[in-house]
């Protein structure tokens, strides 16, 4: 399914969206409006906001103010993206170098908290302290997930649960009050709202899954970046994890050592491993079963075009190649 299919009902929205966004960039301080703007523009499948509006719409609001929510996560969103190559002294993304690898790491860090506040002031102009409410403990709990990950940096021990937990805190959560969020704001009952919060959270899961699968066996063109970043950066994701329980002695030995010494070990050595071992295609089951998960949380919401974007969304979300 390509890109443009999955705004569905909501495409129309995303002139707005797109209209909104470059209004809320302007800055008196030009380098802010200048990476600010490379950041939002870098593109990106804008996802979470295209949760906000196939809710809210779902949810019956006809008015202007779910294309606010929609900017208001985007916004989160990009800044949690800048922080995160901060950290992680990324150079590249979808492509194209990083902000920090452009500017620096004090912009890249300052822009990012400038982008953080943009979010809030749209929210504040929303007046709706339920979705404050949500999205303020979904930001907490995102920074929560990013500390969580850096402890299980280069561990060889981390177990699936653990795992489990950072991807949903880091990458589902976000997802998750998107969803909510787009159904409160429209005034949908508790079991609706359950529904799509639901559905983002499984929808999350089976995005990172993903992402951490194609990791493993994607192609770095398509992706926009090299194959085994993840494990270069320390990071011991699911494929890694599966592996490290099926391989044998020896095996496990390498795989170990590959993460304790990132970077000592030619990664093709890494990835035929995890693949023998069942590990990659273990982690595409787990990544389609949240996919379906997903899909089954939507049985509360009822029949609309809303709704049959959404199950093609979880759909997409497992058979991507980026």
Same mark, same amino acid.
């Given at each position: ?9 909501? $495409? /129309?929205?995303? &002139?707005?969206?797109?209209? +909104?966004?470059? @209004?809320? #960039? =302007? %800055? *008196? ?71 920090? $690898? /452009?500017?620096? &790491?004090?912009?890249?860090? +300052?822009?990012? @908290?400038? #982008? =953080? %506040? *943009? ?85 999350? #899961? ?117």
């Amino acid at each position: 399914m390509q890109q443009l299919t999955m705004f569905g009902p909501v $495409a /129309e929205d995303f &002139n707005s969206v797109n209209a +909104l966004i470059k @209004d809320s #960039l =302007h %800055s *008196r301080v030009p380098l802010v409006s200048e990476i600010a703007a490379y950041l939002v523009n870098a593109g990106g499948k804008r996802l979470r906001p295209l949760l906000v509006l196939l809710a809210a719409r779902g949810c019956g609001d006809a008015s202007p103010e779910p294309v606010k929510l929609a900017v208001a996560i985007e916004f989160l969103h990009t800044a949690m993206l800048l922080h995160d190559d901060v950290v992680d002294e990324s150079g590249l993304r979808r492509g194209r170098k990083t902000a920090n $690898a /452009e500017w620096g &790491n004090a912009p890249s860090v +300052l822009v990012g @908290d400038f #982008l =953080h %506040s *943009r979010a809030f002031e749209l929210m504040v102009e929303l007046g709706n302290l339920p979705v404050m409410s949500l999205i303020s403990k979904a930001t907490n709990g995102i920074a929560e997930g990013e500390v969580q990950q850096l402890t299980h940096l280069q561990n060889p021990r981390m177990c699936e649960a653990d795992y489990l937990e950072v991807i949903y805190r880091k990458t589902a959560l976000l997802f998750e009050v998107s969803a909510e969020s787009g159904a409160v704001l429209a005034g949908a009952d508790a079991c609706a709202a359950s529904g799509y919060r639901d559905y983002g959270r499984h929808l999350g #899961l089976a995005f990172q899954l993903m992402d951490d699968l194609l990791d493993y066996d994607g192609n770095a063109e398509s992706l926009g970046k090299n194959l085994g970043d993840d494990l270069a950066e320390g990071k011991v994701t699911l494929p890694l994890i599966i592996a490290l329980k099926r391989c044998n002695a020896s095996d496990r030995s390498t795989l170990e050592h590959a993460i304790l010494q990132p970077g000592s070990l030619d990664f093709e050595t890494v990835r035929n491993i995890t693949e023998l071992s069942g590990a990659i295609e273990a982690t595409r089951i787990k990544a389609m079963e949240e996919a379906e998960r997903a899909m089954q949380a939507l049985n509360v919401i009822e029949e609309s075009d809303y709704k049959r974007t959404l199950h093609s969304l979880a759909e997409f979300a497992v058979q991507r190649s980026n």
